[in-house]
């Protein structure tokens, strides 16, 4: 996928043309025209200023993975997440979108989540996906006695990690659904210190 493509893709998504979004950023239309021509990708501070226009990363736009394959994913995003072995639960919390429908997410939070959940993403002969995440959202394996089947589980420092994700996230959240688990997450260090006989300044 060319970066005109992506270029004109981003385009449609913010409700604008080629050379409207030209003109918004800054720069001469005749470059869109260049770009669809030659094949070439924008360099240096004209990339940064379209990454910070659409609200998308770099890598995105310079096609690194897992953009890399952006068009195969964007095409079936519900059978990409398939193979993300990564709890749905915690993925709505932290992003504020049903994963289970996924076409219904914005598409640059769609982009956000693969650059921050998903470090490579290659699709195979069988037509499955060879997908390695990012440490804060992989699962940790439990050792098993041997000749029993292993089990993944989220563990105790997997757990720290779910809040710092959680807390990353929080403006994501719609506000109600934000107040309610502010208020839970507090109800239940209350009652931790009330049971270790830790009052909330001593915490």
Known sequence: MTFYQ???DLCKD???TPSGAATAIGFNRATVTTWKNTGNTPKGELLSKISKFFDV???FLLGLPPFNCWDLINQNRS???HYVDTDPGILKLAWGYNFDDPDSIPTRDFISFLAEAIETARPTEEGDWDIKLRPLYQKEKKPTPEGERQQEEWTSSDSARRLKLL????????EDTRNRLLTNFEDTI???LDAMGISREDG
């Open 6 to 8: 992506l270029y004109c």
């Open 79 to 81: 059978g990409f997440l």
């Open 167 to 174: 807390a990353r996230h929080l403006d994501r959240i719609p």
């Open 57 to 59: 990363p770099t890598d």
């Open 14 to 16: 913010a409700g604008l």
């Open 190 to 192: 209350d009652t931790y």
